[in-house]
T-cell receptor
C-alpha cells in the first residue's frame, strides 16, 4: 500500500513561471513532511519541510503548503529556474518515528 | 568534506555471489539508514541503526545483513545475490529528533547478471 503518492510522474514549466508539485498521503499518523530534490547519479538532497502544526513554510523561492484535512501537500517554486530541473520526492513520517516514507517522485523540467 | 559517502558507486556481479556496500558519515549523526530504489523508482527503507542499535528492520530477505561497527558506519552485506536485487542502494544519516530530514549518499548501483 503506497502511503505517499505523487500522481504526476513529470511536469514541464517555462522558466520564470511557477512550478507546483503535488503530493497526497493516506496515513493520518504522518505529522512531518519533507521535499527532496534529486539530480541524476546523486542522492536526494533535503529541500524544505513542514510540521503538521503549520499550513505553510517558506524558504526563498520554495514554499510548501499543507492541507491536513485533504491529506495533501504541495511544493511551489517561483520563479522556476533551469537548475530546478530534477526529480522531486515528497516524504512523510509519523511523530516520534525516524522512518521516512517516500513518494515515487515527479520529474520537473524547466524550459528555457 | 562533510558528507555521507558510500562505496562502491557501481557494482556488477553474478547471481549467487556475496557482496558488501560500505557507508560512512562524518556529520556527527547518530542514526543511519539503508534505502533501496527499485526499477519503479520507489525509495523504500530497509534498515536503520541508531548508535549501533537496529531500530528499523523492514520486510527484507535475510540474505541482507546490515552491520554497524560504530555510529559513523553502516555497511550492507548481501548473500547469494539474485537478479531482483538489482537496484540503487542509498545510505543516509540523520540526527535523531532533529527535524531536517536525512542526508543521503550518492547511491550504489548494483547490477546482478
Amino acid at each position: 500500500d503506497q502511503q505517499v503518492k505523487q500522481n504526476s510522474p513529470s511536469l514541464s514549466v517555462q522558466e520564470g513561471r511557477i512550478s507546483i508539485l503535488n503530493c497526497d498521503y493516506t496515513n493520518s499518523m504522518f505529522d512531518y513532511f519533507l521535499w527532496y530534490k534529486k539530480y541524476p547519479a546523486e542522492g536526494p538532497t533535503f529541500l524544505i519541510s513542514i510540521s503538521s502544526i503549520k499550513d505553510k513554510n517558506e524558504d526563498g523561492r520554495f514554499t510548501v503548503f499543507l492541507n491536513k484535512s485533504a491529506k495533501h501537500l504541495s511544493l511551489h517554486i517561483v520563479p522556476s529556474q533551469p537548475g530546478d530541473s530534477a526529480v522531486y520526492f515528497c516524504a512523510a513520517r509519523p511523530l516520534g518515528n525516524e522512518k521516512l516514507t517516500f513518494g515515487t517522485g515527479t520529474r520537473l523540467t524547466i524550459i528555457p | 568534506d562533510t558528507a555521507v559517502s558510500q562505496t562502491p558507486k557501481y557494482l556488477v556481479t553474478q547471481m549467487g555471489n556475496d557482496k558488501s556496500i560500505k557507508c560512512e558519515q562524518n556529520l556527527g549523526h547518530d542514526t543511519m539508514y539503508w534505502y533501496k530504489q527499485d526499477s519503479k523508482k520507489f525509495l523504500k527503507i530497509m534498515f536503520s541503526y541508531n548508535n549501533k542499535e537496529l531500530i528499523i528492520n523492514e520486510t527484507v530477505p535475510n540474505r541482507f545483513s546490515p552491520k554497524s561497527p560504530d555510529k559513523a558506519h553502516l555497511n550492507l552485506h548481501i548473500n547469494s545475490l539474485e537478479l531482483g536485487d538489482s537496484a540503487v542502494y542509498f545510505c543516509a544519516s540523520s540526527l535523531r529528533g532533529r527535524d531536517y530530514g536525512y542526508t543521503f549518499g550518492s547511491g550504489t548501483r548494483l547490477t546482478v547478471v
